[in-house]
Nanobody
């Protein structure tokens, strides 16, 4: 399984970015997919997940600002990020999980930097 993350960059406070995660296998073949982030000196944390049934969960810090969506035609899972804050600065990782295999798959990280 290959996960290819893209879309990171540098924005100013209040700006918008969309991260995209392209999977080498059907996004519906995973029990869930999601996005994690890791800020310098911090542990990697889960911030958004979507199950193969379409249920979503969000970390409290991003609720109302970020949305995780699927694009079936493109076989991608994206993270739409609005009203970005300096605290959102981190490396963002795409993740996919298959319960039957007990396997986590990771994309390469993509840097998001929010400056004031």
């Amino acid at each position: 399984v290959q996960l290819q993350a893209s879309g990171g960059g540098s924005v100013q406070v209040g700006g918008t970015l969309t991260l995209s995660c392209a999977a080498s296998e059907s996004i519906f073949s995973f029990d869930f997919m999601g996005w994690y982030r890791q800020a310098p000196g911090n542990q990697r944390e889960s911030i958004a997940k979507i199950t193969n049934a379409g249920y979503t969960t969000y970390h409290d810090s991003i609720k109302g600002r970020f949305t995780i969506v699927r694009d079936v035609a493109e076989n991608t899972v994206s993270l739409q990020m609005h009203v970005l804050q300096p605290g959102d600065t981190a490396v963002y990782f795409c993740n996919a999980y298959r319960r039957a295999e007990g396997a986590d798959y990771w994309g390469q990280g993509t840097q998001v930097t929010v400056s004031s």
